[in-house]
């Protein structure tokens, strides 16, 4: 298997800009990301949803990931979607040269719709300011626009309301005779695709399949019907249409630890976040440690201190509970996460472990590690936020670049 490392080259990670390396360099904190896991992530995903066409949600740097890495490798895995929330999330797969279709679907007044349209993307409308400037921008841009029309049914965030859905699907449809527009696109977001049996799944689905057959009998022709997100895919086949839109599930992450495990998907993390040990030391009975003093040690023993913190996206949520694998052996965090750092307890012997030590904070588990899961059951989040969060100061090193098909 091959193991070829590099440090992301495109990409700044504000102080820490880094050249291409051969191997791995000797950092302060990484975020390593397995390039093979998440081209093998796609493929069990379009084998979950085999008619549909997969969308790879690469929005918020591809949660953490890196967006352009990310993006190539989802595409060489037979996804002929991307999509993200910002317009300016599209533009950069754009400007790094990337063909596919992209789909980007959170617009505020004043675009950029008209670099949008330039740039071949598929854009969200989700009421008729929107449909308005996307149409100016096509004039100005003598090309029509192609968006997908979004209806709320069920989610209450995004959307139109089903009440307004006719104008806008009528204001659409003169768009398109006006030749401003194409609709390549239906579409609806679920609220609670990761709790199964919930009823608003049922209710969702049935006014999604109404909305898109009014649309359809009054002329729309979508290239695209899609509604379906990650838990969706993995668990309701019925809401898979012509197009799955899966974020998370692509990282390895569950959506839900109520739902399964990544590994009772198929699927496999993407991320592994490991640190080198700072500094190693020996202190006495009742030393406190960290701001605040919420950790006091109860006897002589070993202190191990950790280059990571808030500021890198190691939640504060999780002082005193976050789990670290170092010299073998799960620690918690001692005491407050700072900004930059936290401490472990290695206890008495100090564990074997010297600074430059490994410290693993999270991965797919194999080596005993936690999993980013475990971090968000500490931190009382979702696993989402967690390797989401991981900030721009941990460069991020991409393992296995080369294509395996
Ligand atoms: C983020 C997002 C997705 C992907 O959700 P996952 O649960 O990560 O798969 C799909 N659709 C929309 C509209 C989103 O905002």
Request: net charge negative; charged share 20%; proline share 7%.
């Amino acid at each position: 298997m091959r193991n070829r490392t590099t440090v992301a080259r495109a990409l700044s990670y504000g102080s820490e800009t880094l050249g291409a390396m051969s191997q791995t360099p000797p950092l302060r904190a990484r975020a390593e990301i397995d390039l093979a896991a998440l081209r093998a992530n796609v493929r069990a995903l379009r084998a979950r949803a085999p008619r549909a066409a997969l969308m790879a949600v690469v929005k918020s740097d591809a949660y953490g990931h890196g967006i352009v890495p990310c993006a190539k490798a989802a595409l060489e895995a037979g996804a002929t979607w991307l999509g993200t929330a910002t317009p300016h999330e599209a533009l950069t797969l754009r400007a790094a040269g990337i063909q596919a279709r992209v789909m980007c679907w959170l617009w505020t007044p004043g675009g950029p719709w008209r670099e949008a349209i330039e740039a071949d993307l598929d854009m969200s409308v989700s009421g008729l300011w929107a449909l308005r400037e996307v149409t100016a921008a096509a004039r100005e841009a003598g090309r029509p626009a192609r968006i997908h029309l979004k209806c709320d049914t069920g989610l209450g965030r995004n959307g139109c309301q089903p009440a307004d859905w006719p104008e806008l699907v009528a204001a659409a449809l003169a768009a398109e005779a006006e030749g401003t527009v194409e609709v390549t696109g239906l579409w609806s977001h679920l609220a609670c695709a990761d709790e199964p049996g919930h009823p608003s799944i049922t209710a969702q689905l049935d006014l999604f399949r109404d909305l898109v057959a009014y649309a359809e009998k009054a002329g729309i022709t979508p290239e695209v019907r899609h509604i379906a997100n990650s838990p969706a895919t993995l668990t309701l086949p019925e809401t898979h249409f012509d197009l799955v839109r899966t974020g998370i599930a692509i990282y390895g992450v569950s959506p839900s630890p109520e739902l399964g495990t990544p590994a009772d998907f198929g699927l496999r993390p993407v991320m592994t976040l490991a640190a080198s040990v700072a500094l190693v030391k020996q202190v006495p009975a009742g030393h406190g440690v960290s701001y605040g003093h919420h950790y006091v040690t109860a006897e002589e023993t070993t202190l191990g201190l950790v280059p990571l913190g808030y500021a890198d996206g190691i939640p504060r949520h999780a002082s005193g509970r976050g789990p670290v694998l170092v010299g073998g052996k799960w620690r918690r965090v001692a005491g407050r996460v700072a900004m930059d750092q936290f401490v472990v307890d290695l206890g008495p012997d100090g564990g074997a472990v010297a600074e430059g030590t490994e410290a693993l904070l999270f991965g797919p588990g194999d080596r005993g590690e936690p999993t980013a899961e475990d971090w968000a059951q500490a931190a009382g989040t979702i696993a989402y936020e967690i390797v989401t969060r991981i900030g721009t100061r941990v460069p991020r090193v991409y393992l296995n670049e080369d294509s395996d098909e």
